[in-house]
């Protein structure tokens, strides 16, 4: 309980009947980089909100540092917020934008002058005082909207999809600085996001949401490698989606083939979902695969090719670093290790 | 070449229509003589005289007096209400909006008739409050007009920025939502103060015990025959009202850049 900075105990929201949180469960420990991934209209940006105390939970709790705090007002919460579009303040230049939380705390002049001064440093805006909000670029307002933040030393800083108004190149450094800040700062973030990259990047800990519910709770080795269901792994990454039987612990069949695999504790000829991803199908000669298919398209990406393969009844996604001509029939092989089982029942909606 | 001039031609001739009376009516203020038909040399008497009229002199006097109070009164009722018209759903916002505009296109008549009824309803002596009042009541709907728009200009995540930061909500309201929509405020002040000054339908129906303001003082005073003294006064009012409008364009003006 201690080093759970953050809890929520079966957090629900509704609006006008209509539920768009399902009763969470979770938690956050200190320092930790969480991430609140999934489609938009899942709840994510709800649940944050929750948190940040704009909305109240229609049922449920939360917790900060043990004690309870759920129907605080936001400005009585150790917690601030980074705004998707910056939420600066336009009629304030940059210093009286940032010294905004202080000036309420009553710190003294020469106080907020340092604290300004040291928060410009960490966004790399130094000798920004005096600009006008209007004059910044996105990127840097948003930099300004991270140092108003921070500088009232919060304890968790919730960020609500910082990055999504940036282009991909200034999203992919902000998102090395954002991580390398939370780690020099030791501070707890909650970061919301639809951007799946970008989760497997920075988080600790990421939370799948679909439909107001949480998917999956894990690292992010542990959701890439491990998916619990088949929403999850689509979700993350490409994958091949198959529906399969499974007849017995280690043996399943999907695409008119019997496969060995490593999953048990289903039941008899139980349907499943079976997921492979693209990088775990090797690509063979016709003679050495278990299945077989024409190479329909070759894609380019960069460090591999992406090539749809069809086969005898489902077309294949695979990325390998070999390319197959178009037209020419190729052997394909998936190892036991590759082959992930899901229930259909297991919260896929 | 031609279309050019006919253009030309024909917005000066709507110009001339719409300005030739005021023209005509500043001109004969500056009129050495009592009679306002024939010109007789130029003179500032009736400037002079003017300010020696005690009856003018009250009646500018309640016309200021109200209208600053009227304006004032409408200018925080109507922002309160652009507030809650703001964070009000979408049907009922229409609702309320729709409502908030029929004082503004229903006739000062109707508007001056009914509310002098009300007052009677209720048995208030018509005089000097009953006046503030009805400038009050048909000013507000101009001030939520301003306000508005300032609000939706607004980010809204600003007011849960401010909160976020520790600000309490009426700490919130003063340094950063109030800075915001000020020049609305200031605008739709002005309007309301404009407005006021300018009316005489509706002061006209809701007041009594001697209390006049300049319109009205005019029109009883045209009652018995243009007197060059009038000229002179319409050519202040309207030098005042023409300065305040420009006003009005130009804050506007501003905020736009």
Same mark, same amino acid.
Request: hydrophobic share 30%; with cysteine; glycine share 6%.
């Given at each position: 309980m201690k080093d759970k900075i953050v809890m929520g105990r079966s957090l629900t929201k509704s609006y006008n009947g209509i539920? /768009?949180?399902? @009763?969470i469960d979770f938690w956050v420990k200190k320092n930790q980089f969480l991430t609140i991934l999934g &489609? %938009? @209209?899942?709840g994510k940006t709800t649940t944050l909100r929750m948190l940040a105390g704009f909305e109240s939970p229609s049922s449920g709790q939360i917790f900060f540092e043990g004690n309870e705090?759920? %129907? *605080? &007002? &936001?400005?009585?919460?150790h917690i601030n917020t980074v705004f998707q579009k910056y939420? *600066? =303040? &336009?009629?304030? +230049?940059i210093y009286e934008n940032i010294a905004f939380g202080l000036r309420i705390n009553k710190v003294s002049e020469k106080e907020v002058k340092s604290k300004v001064a040291k928060m410009l440093e960490l966004v790399n *805006? %130094? @000798? =920004?005082?005096?600009?006008? /909000? +209007? %004059?910044?670029?996105g990127g840097q307002q948003q930099r300004i909207a991270i140092a108003r933040a921070l500088v009232n030393e919060p304890k968790v800083l919730l960020l609500d999809?910082? *990055? @999504?108004?940036?282009?991909l190149k200034l999203r992919k450094d902000m998102q090395i600085e954002l991580k390398n800040m939370q780690k020099e700062l030791g501070i707890t973030f909650i970061y919301v996001t639809h951007d799946q990259e970008e989760a497997l990047t920075m988080s600790d800990k990421i939370i799948i949401m679909n439909q107001g519910e949480i998917q999956q709770i894990g690292t992010p080795t542990d959701i890439y +490698?491990?998916?619990?269901n088949a929403f999850v792994a689509d979700f993350i990454g490409e994958s091949n989606i198959l529906d399969g039987i499974?007849?017995?612990?280690r043996l399943v069949t999907f695409a008119e083939k019997q496969f060995e695999c490593v999953d048990g504790g289903f039941k008899k000829d139980e349907p499943v979902d079976v997921v492979i991803r693209p990088e775990d199908i090797k690509m063979v000669n016709v003679d050495e695969g278990i299945l077989k298919g024409v190479v329909k398209s070759v894609v380019f990406k960069g460090v591999h090719y992406e090539m749809i393969i069809k086969g005898a009844s489902k077309e294949w996604m695979i990325h390998s670093t070999q390319m197959a001509e178009e037209g020419s029939t190729v052997g394909l092989l998936i190892l036991p290790d590759d082959i992930h089982i899901m229930s259909k029942e297991a919260g896929y909606a | 070449m031609v279309r050019k001039w006919i253009k030309w031609f024909y917005t000066m001739l709507i110009f001339a229509f719409l300005y030739a009376p005021i023209v005509v009516l500043m001109v004969f203020s500056f009129n050495?003589?009592?009679?306002?038909?024939k010109w007789e040399g130029f003179t500032f008497r009736w400037y002079q005289t003017l300010s020696e009229n005690g009856l003018i002199m009250k009646a500018l006097y309640y016309t200021v007096l109200v209208a600053i109070v009227s304006a004032l009164i409408a200018t925080v009722m109507g922002t309160l209400a652009a507030f809650g018209i703001h964070y009000m759903k979408t049907w009922r916002q229409k609702l309320v909006l729709n409502i908030n505009s029929i004082p503004i296109l229903n006739p000062d008549i109707v508007t001056g008739i009914s509310l002098m009824t009300l007052f009677v309803a209720f048995k208030m002596e018509l005089g000097l409050v009953t006046m503030i009042l009805a400038h009050v009541a048909f000013n507000v709907p101009y001030v939520v007009l301003s306000v508005l728009p300032k609000l939706k200009q607004m980010s809204g995540d600003t007011l849960e920025a401010a909160m976020d930061l520790g600000a309490t909500p009426w700490y919130a309201f003063r340094k950063v939502i109030l800075p915001e929509i000020k020049s609305g405020i200031i605008t739709g002040g002005l309007i309301a103060f404009t407005l006021s000054i300018d009316d005489f339908v509706i002061s006209y129906f809701n007041t009594g015990n001697g209390v006049t303001n300049l319109s009205i003082a005019i029109y009883s005073m045209a009652k018995r025959g243009i007197k060059p003294e009038i000229n002179a006064l319409a050519t202040l009012m309207f030098i005042f009202v023409l300065v305040m409008l420009i006003l009005i364009n130009k804050r506007t003006k501003i905020e736009e850049i």
């Open positions: 539920e /768009v949180v399902k @009763g &489609p %938009s @209209g899942c705090i759920t %129907s *605080l &007002p &936001p400005y009585q919460r939420a *600066l =303040f &336009p009629h304030m +230049n *805006l %130094s @000798g =920004f005082e005096t600009r006008k /909000v +209007n %004059s910044l670029s999809e910082p *990055l @999504g108004a940036l282009d +490698n491990e998916p619990e499974m007849h017995k612990d | 050495d003589s009592k009679n306002t038909a």
